[in-house]
């Protein structure tokens, strides 16, 4: 299977006060971290963002958010044309707020996934939806699934037909996702551990 990344970037990080991406976490963005896993599991790697702002500087191809579409719903959509463009077959998208991502992520959606359109990774009893493998066909979807006006992640997984992957989670939770200034604070004592 041919697999392209896309980190999901275009989110406004209100709770962080704006430019998540940005944030420092122990002398690297958070955005960078995150570009570094996806170079990590593919030679195929993009940044999905609303705002060129959001991305400066990783040396990674920003793709725009489609822009009639709101939320991650939007950066999957950009990147699965990213993908198809560049003729992949699936689409590995991650956030860029979650710097413990498993080492195994990729590979073990690739083996998962089988015969379904995505496989989501999932902790503690917690799907994670921007954390998944994706088929490229899946687009072919969105038409009937923007017609019930659903815009979510998962509404999309379960008209595809998905399945979850589940890691361990708990206080090492590898999907940590930083959305206030006391997470960061949070993963940089981690990173100290």
Not at 159 to 177: I, S, T
Request: proline share 7%.
């Amino acid at each position: 299977m041919k697999v392209a990344a896309v980190i999901l970037a275009g989110g406004e990080g209100r709770r962080m006060g704006g430019g998540k991406p940005r944030r420092d976490l122990a002398g690297s963005t958070l955005l960078a971290r995150a570009a570094e896993q996806a170079c990590a599991w593919t030679d195929c790697a993009a940044i999905a963002i609303r705002d060129p702002a959001q991305a400066a500087g990783t040396g990674l191809p920003l793709i725009v958010d489609d822009p009639g579409i709101a939320g991650p719903l939007g950066g999957l959509v950009a990147g699965l044309r990213f993908a198809t463009d560049r003729g992949r077959d699936a689409l590995l998208t991650l956030p860029a707020d979650m710097p413990f991502l498993p080492d195994d992520l990729g590979a073990r959606l690739a083996l998962e996934i089988g015969g379904h359109g995505a496989a989501i990774a999932a902790s503690s009893g917690h799907a994670h939806p921007v954390c998944a493998l994706w088929r490229c066909s899946v687009i072919d979807l969105l038409p009937a699934y923007l017609a019930t006006g659903r815009r979510s992640l998962m509404g999309l997984a379960e008209l595809a037909g998905h399945c979850l992957v589940e890691w361990p989670g708990g206080p090492g939770d590898p999907f940590f996702n930083i959305n206030s200034p006391d997470d960061l604070a949070k993963a940089e004592r981690r990173l100290r551990l």
